[in-house]
């Protein structure tokens, strides 16, 4: 149960900053002038931009998603997914101190990227293993439930804070949330062994 809790948790974290990246990604190409095709207006040249990035991101993404076997290594799966955990909490503590800085919000969003799709692998081969084939699907949907009822409750929360004090605390309290679940991989760990 506390895996299937911290899948939905990771997940909703990703999902969160996805939405929240993509203002600083507009901030960037807008800021560097670059004009991709002539021809086009400036809101259309964001527009390919912003899918060449997405492109490129997802192709480093399925790079990193094929070689989780070379991060796991001869590691246990939860040992990988507890240390992919809190990665993922100091990448998000990492944003408070860069939030005024669009590109090195860009990169460490790329980086949760990267860490998302090194998780994800890592996570199904845990599953695979110690859950009956039956209950697979069961158990990814309770997991994709946890996701949706944390951004529920978390969102407005995060929106709040981002709105009040930056989007940097945001990501922290949203980093303060991880390091606490981290607890929950911890102590599956620690039992298993």
């Known amino acids: 149960a506390s895996l299937i809790a911290e899948e939905g948790i990771a997940e909703a974290a990703y999902s969160y900053s996805k939405d929240m990246v993509q203002p600083f990604l507009q901030t960037v190409f807008i800021a560097s002038q670059l004009v991709l095709i002539s021809g086009l207006s400036s809101d259309e040249n964001l527009k390919v931009a912003l899918g060449l990035i997405y492109a490129v991101m997802n192709l480093l993404g399925s790079f990193f998603s094929k070689r989780a076997y070379w991060f796991k290594g001869k590691r246990t799966n939860l040992f990988c997914l507890t240390v992919i955990h809190i ?107």
């Not at 860490?115 to 994709?144: C, G, H, M, W, Y």
């Open 87 to 193: 990665m993922l909490g100091m990448v998000f503590a990492l944003l408070l101190l860069f939030q005024t800085n669009s590109i090195v919000i860009c990169l460490l969003f790329l980086g949760i990227y990267i860490l998302q799709n090194l998780r994800k692998p890592i996570f199904i081969d845990e599953i695979d293993d110690n859950i009956d084939k039956t209950e697979r699907a069961t158990v990814l949907s309770i997991a994709s439930q946890i996701k949706s009822i944390f951004l529920a409750v978390l969102s407005p929360i995060l929106g709040f804070v981002a709105q009040r004090f930056g989007l940097g605390m945001a990501m922290a309290a949203l980093s303060v949330v991880l390091f606490l679940t981290t607890g929950l991989l911890v102590s599956k760990n620690r039992s298993s062994k």
